[in-house]
């Protein structure tokens, strides 16, 4: 009898471990949508020209090393203030024929009084934009439970912009603009593993942490504008 009951126990256990074992893996992405431009800063009228600005460098300083990062990110903000549409913007690919890629890399163009009258002079808008990468995390947490395994995964980036006169170097406006994205995995105990981290959920909360503060920046250019009046 107790040989018998052993066998059913064994044989019960053993369907567990087969049917946690075959589970199949899933995977649940959670984006954080990217922002909206809010109603405060209305398109300017068709009878005004709207200011021309350029991205006058992009600096990476976060702990992520990643060589193109701050021609990624450039890049992104350029579509996304042309989106906007608040202003005219110098076109990201022209910006890298005139500049070296360490004064773009660096923002020493924005950073020595000299190169930004030369930039100023060449460039012909009224206001530049320079950015930076100030946070940039992967972040990992595993939990075990006794039919399963899970894993989520966050990204984390946040994003410094700063505008100021061409002519003069004054400060205007600033902006921070932060995006999360969460990646969730869930597996049987013997499912195998439970996925890895997709680089292109780093493009994406790239471009939602630039489109936040391209926005916010937009928004506080507009309101300087208006005490200015």
């Not at 608040?86 to 004064?103: N, Y």
């Not at 503060?213 to 200015?228: I, P």
Request: charged share 25%.
């Amino acid at each position: 009898m107790k040989r018998n009951n052993r066998i059913i126990f064994t044989l019960f256990l053993s369907c567990l471990l087969l049917c946690g074992g075959c589970a199949p893996v899933t995977q649940e992405v959670k984006t954080v949508p990217a922002p909206q431009i809010v109603k405060e800063t209305p398109a300017p009228k068709s009878s005004v020209k709207k200011k021309l600005i350029a991205i006058i460098g992009f600096e990476n300083k976060s702990t992520y090393s990643a060589d193109k990062l701050w021609d990624t990110s450039a890049q992104l903000l350029f579509s996304n203030l042309l989106e906007i549409g608040h202003f005219r913007v110098v076109e990201w690919e022209r910006m890298k024929q005139l500049f070296d890629w360490e004064e773009l890399s660096t923002s020493s163009l924005v950073k020595v009084p000299e190169k930004r009258s030369k930039a100023s002079k060449i460039l012909l808008c009224e206001y530049f934009v320079n950015g930076t990468v100030t946070f940039f995390d992967v972040s990992q947490k595993a939990r075990v439970s006794a039919m399963s395994k899970s894993k989520t995964i966050e990204t984390t980036i946040r994003i410094d912009l700063l505008m100021q006169d061409a002519q003069s170097g004054e400060y205007v406006a600033a902006a921070k603009g932060e995006a999360t994205e969460r990646q969730e995995f869930e597996a049987g105990l013997l499912g195998g593993g439970t996925g890895t981290w997709d680089p292109k959920s780093a493009d994406r909360v790239l471009n939602s942490a630039i489109n936040d503060a391209a926005v916010k920046l937009t928004n506080a250019y507009y309101r300087h504008e208006q005490n200015n009046r």
